[in-house]
């Protein structure tokens, strides 16, 4: 089993920023990607940014140029620093890792909320 533990998630105002962070663990085969959804409130999942095992980067085009993400291989963590947040960015963030065998595994999820 693969286990994914997000941290990070919180209460902040607009134009304030946080930093999520997903650690990994388990039995892990070799990493394709790892990355970050969102789901805002009757809303469906979407894609906020991945990073592939090369290093490869992916954003969705409303966070390009505030949010950026990052990983550490040697410690499977893969982090986002989200600026400029407006309340549009309120939703729960999911770290996401696609295997080798492109299996998906899904964190429980932490809480962003941007409101004055």
């Known amino acids: 089993q693969v286990q994914l533990v997000e941290s990070g998630g919180g209460l902040v105002q607009p134009g304030g920023s946080l930093r999520l962070s997903c650690t990994a663990s388990g039995s892990i085969a070799s990493i394709n990607a790892m990355g970050w959804y969102r789901q805002a409130p009757g809303k469906e999942r979407e894609l906020v940014a991945t990073?592939?095992?090369?290093?490869?980067?992916n954003y969705a085009d409303s966070v390009k140029d505030r949010f950026t993400i990052s990983r550490d291989i040697a410690k499977n963590t893969v982090s986002l620093q989200m600026n400029s947040l407006t309340p549009e960015d309120t939703a729960v963030y999911y770290c996401n890792l696609k295997n080798k065998f492109l299996r998906n595994y899904w964190g429980k999820g932490t809480l962003v909320t941007v409101s004055s």
């Open positions: 990073i592939s095992s090369g290093g490869n980067r």
